[in-house]
């Protein structure tokens, strides 16, 4: 065997060590660590393949496609709200602090959020959430099929509300958007606006988390009288 540029004999396959075996979990634990680092548009099949210096091809034994694979990152971000007990004395509390943590994952993520409105969310800390929220809505007094349906709704507003705080200009986030907002409101014409001009202020009152809990109550309340 002809020595190398280091005067070193190349190695030969069978002398070098075995790579560890591919997983899901080493595929959702890899596309993680290039989220963090270079965000969702470089979490790609060749990039994972790369990472962990396999082929791509060999990735769809454990991965259905690219949709899948982003469903399982948000799967493994749910994982430390699911473990912990949600804040509150009441159902009620506790079920708007589990969805406002939620939001939060999402928030923090904006290109999680945007995914997530249009993936399935699936894996065992999907499934968690979901049987959680079922099961203090259940405890509230919904009926079976008030919780069933209803889940889908309170998942919605948290992930809709990360999506557009997540945008170029954040809404009631940035004081100049506020300041903005504001001025619109105030050089609105009464006689063609009465509606707004009377309620400009409470149309931009309140903080995020104060509006976010008002929210909620109004879905849950709903979700209560329905039936």
Same mark, same amino acid.
């Given at each position: 065997?002809s020595? !190398?540029? =280091?005067?070193?004999?190349?190695?030969?396959r069978?002398e070098?060590?075995?790579?560890?075996?591919?997983t899901?979990?080493?595929?959702?634990?890899?596309?993680?660590?290039?989220?963090?680092?270079?965000g969702?548009?470089?979490?790609?099949?060749?990039?994972i393949?790369?990472?962990l210096?396999t082929?791509h091809? #060999?990735?769809y &034994?454990?991965v259905?496609?690219?949709?899948?694979?982003h469903a399982? *990152?948000?799967?493994?971000?749910?994982?430390?709200?699911?473990?912990?007990?949600?804040a509150?004395?009441?159902?009620?509390e506790?079920?708007?602090?589990?969805?406002?943590?939620?939001?939060?994952?999402?928030?923090?993520?904006?290109?999680?959020?945007?995914?997530?409105?249009s993936?399935?969310p =699936?894996?065992? !800390?999907?499934?968690?959430l979901? +049987?959680? *929220?079922?099961?203090?809505?259940?405890e509230?007094?919904?009926?079976?099929?008030a919780?069933?349906?209803?889940? +889908?709704?309170?998942?919605?507003?948290?992930?809709?509300?990360?999506?557009?705080? #997540?945008?170029?200009?954040?809404a009631?986030h940035?004081?100049?958007? &506020?300041?903005?907002?504001?001025?619109?409101?105030?050089?609105?014409?009464?006689?063609?606006?009465? !509606? *707004?001009?009377?309620?400009? +202020?409470l149309?931009? =009152?309140?903080?995020?988390?104060e509006?976010?809990?008002?929210?909620?109550?109004?879905?849950?309340d709903g979700?209560?009288?329905?039936?």
């Amino acid at each position: 065997m002809s020595p !190398n540029a =280091s005067g070193e004999a190349p190695r030969s396959r069978r002398e070098r060590p075995a790579k560890p075996a591919l997983t899901r979990q080493k595929i959702i634990d890899a596309a993680l660590r290039i989220l963090s680092a270079e965000g969702l548009g470089k979490v790609t099949m060749r990039r994972i393949a790369a990472e962990l210096d396999t082929g791509h091809a #060999s990735l769809y &034994v454990y991965v259905r496609d690219v949709e899948d694979l982003h469903a399982q *990152i948000l799967d493994a971000l749910l994982a430390p709200l699911v473990t912990a007990e949600p804040a509150g004395d009441t159902w009620r509390e506790r079920l708007k602090s589990l969805l406002i943590g939620y939001g939060e994952i999402l928030r923090a993520r904006p290109e999680i959020a945007r995914m997530a409105l249009s993936t399935q969310p =699936s894996g065992p !800390n999907s499934v968690a959430l979901v +049987d959680r *929220i079922l099961a203090l809505l259940l405890e509230g007094g919904a009926s079976d099929k008030a919780a069933a349906w209803g889940v +889908d709704l309170l998942l919605l507003l948290p992930t809709a509300s990360a999506v557009e705080q #997540s945008g170029p200009k954040p809404a009631r986030h940035a004081t100049g958007d &506020v300041d903005a907002i504001a001025t619109t409101i105030a050089e609105v014409d009464p006689a063609k606006a009465p !509606n *707004i001009a009377r309620l400009g +202020d409470l149309l931009i =009152s309140g903080e995020s988390e104060e509006r976010a809990r008002w929210s909620l109550d109004v879905m849950i309340d709903g979700i209560l009288a329905a039936g």
